[in-house]
């Protein structure tokens, strides 16, 4: 099939009894944003890290357009990630980190120099990451993970600890540049507003070990902010759907978005 392909019968951490993960399956269509919500614990990150070929330690399928990713360069899949913290290099500049991933030749440069102005940087390229905001960072972060044209977007709660006003502005600038290539997107959150804000569908996972309980599909134009009333009455209508199920996320949800924490 075209996209990716979970199918996730057991993971294990050696020395645990009990499963991180257990019969967790979905599917996300080429090009889809998928948000995976679930409270903290979860292993929403472990997910993500099996999808990537970081952890092959587990009982499962991993398949994106038919291919499993690996870790060690002997994909064919073209795959971004962002992360919690922005991972950027101290020891580079801005301009530096995002071509990191793209080579030395002058064309990896233009290209490297497009997506920073992308992001609306250009004016520090030649600055070091101490000298950016954590969300200035965090905007470096993400061209860099669309700096490769990735087929598969990984983001590990991109928003996390980011104030409102900055936060908004991340959603903005991911959903401009998702917009040039389509990459299928996995954003994981444990903040329902926000996933309801940047997703086509939500998926809920169960506390551990983790599986898909819920799903949401979200039918609501862009580009969309959390604090919309769109937005406010489709998150009432889920909690009112499924009370105990996301009971651990109704009060984290009546923070502003990006102000939590994990």
Same mark, same amino acid.
């Given at each position: 099939? &075209?996209?990716? =392909?979970?199918?996730?019968?057991?993971?294990?951490?050696?020395?645990?009894?009990?499963?991180?993960?257990? $019969?967790?399956?979905?599917? %996300?269509?080429?090009?889809?944003?998928?948000?995976?919500?679930? #409270?903290?614990?979860?292993?929403? &990150?472990?997910?993500? *890290?099996?999808?990537?070929?970081?952890? =092959? +330690?587990?009982?499962?399928?991993?398949?994106?357009? $038919?291919?499993?990713? =690996?870790?060690?360069?002997?994909?064919?899949?073209?795959?971004?990630?962002?992360?919690?913290?922005?991972?950027?290099? #101290?020891?580079?500049?801005?301009?530096?980190?995002?071509?990191?991933?793209?080579?030395? !030749? /002058? @064309?990896?440069? @233009?290209?490297?120099?497009? +997506?920073?102005?992308?992001?609306?940087?250009?004016?520090?390229? @030649?600055?070091?990451?101490?000298?950016?905001?954590?969300?200035?960072?965090?905007?470096?972060?993400?061209?860099?993970?669309? %700096?490769?044209? /990735?087929?598969?977007?990984?983001?590990?709660?991109?928003?996390?600890?980011?104030?409102? /006003?900055?936060?908004?502005?991340?959603?903005?600038?991911?959903?401009?540049?998702?917009?040039?290539?389509?990459?299928?997107?996995?954003?994981?959150? *444990?903040?329902?507003?926000?996933?309801?804000?940047?997703? !086509?569908?939500?998926?809920?996972?169960?506390?551990?070990?983790?599986?898909?309980?819920?799903?949401? /599909?979200?039918?609501?134009?862009?580009?969309?902010?959390?604090? !919309? #009333? $769109?937005?406010?009455? +489709? *998150?009432?209508?889920?909690?009112? %759907?499924? #009370?105990?199920?996301?009971?651990?996320?109704?009060? !984290?949800? *009546?923070?502003? &978005?990006?102000? $939590?924490?994990?």
């Amino acid at each position: 099939m &075209s996209g990716l =392909r979970v199918d996730i019968r057991r993971k294990i951490y050696p020395g645990r009894a009990r499963p991180a993960l257990e $019969g967790l399956r979905f599917t %996300a269509a080429a090009g889809e944003i998928l948000a995976i919500v679930g #409270p903290s614990g979860a292993g929403k &990150s472990t997910l993500l *890290h099996i999808i990537a070929g970081l952890d =092959r +330690l587990v009982d499962g399928v991993v398949e994106i357009d $038919g291919e499993s990713p =690996r870790c060690n360069g002997s994909s064919t899949i073209s795959m971004g990630m962002m992360f919690q913290t922005s991972r950027l290099m #101290p020891w580079l500049t801005i301009l530096d980190n995002v071509r990191l991933v793209l080579g030395q !030749d /002058p @064309a990896s440069t @233009a290209q490297a120099r497009q +997506l920073i102005r992308d992001v609306g940087l250009e004016e520090v390229e @030649a600055l070091f990451p101490r000298q950016l905001s954590e969300g200035m960072q965090r905007r470096v972060a993400l061209a860099r993970a669309f %700096a490769v044209r /990735p087929r598969l977007l990984l983001l590990d709660e991109p928003l996390v600890s980011l104030d409102a /006003p900055t936060a908004s502005r991340l959603r903005r600038y991911l959903f401009d540049l998702w917009q040039e290539t389509r990459p299928t997107v996995l954003y994981v959150t *444990h903040e329902l507003r926000e996933a309801l804000a940047v997703a !086509d569908r939500v998926l809920f996972l169960s506390s551990g070990p983790a599986r898909v309980v819920a799903e949401v /599909p979200v039918d609501l134009p862009r580009p969309r902010e959390p604090g !919309d #009333p $769109g937005i406010g009455s +489709l *998150h009432d209508r889920v909690l009112a %759907a499924h #009370p105990e199920l996301l009971a651990g996320l109704a009060n !984290d949800d *009546h923070r502003p &978005s990006g102000t $939590g924490t994990t």
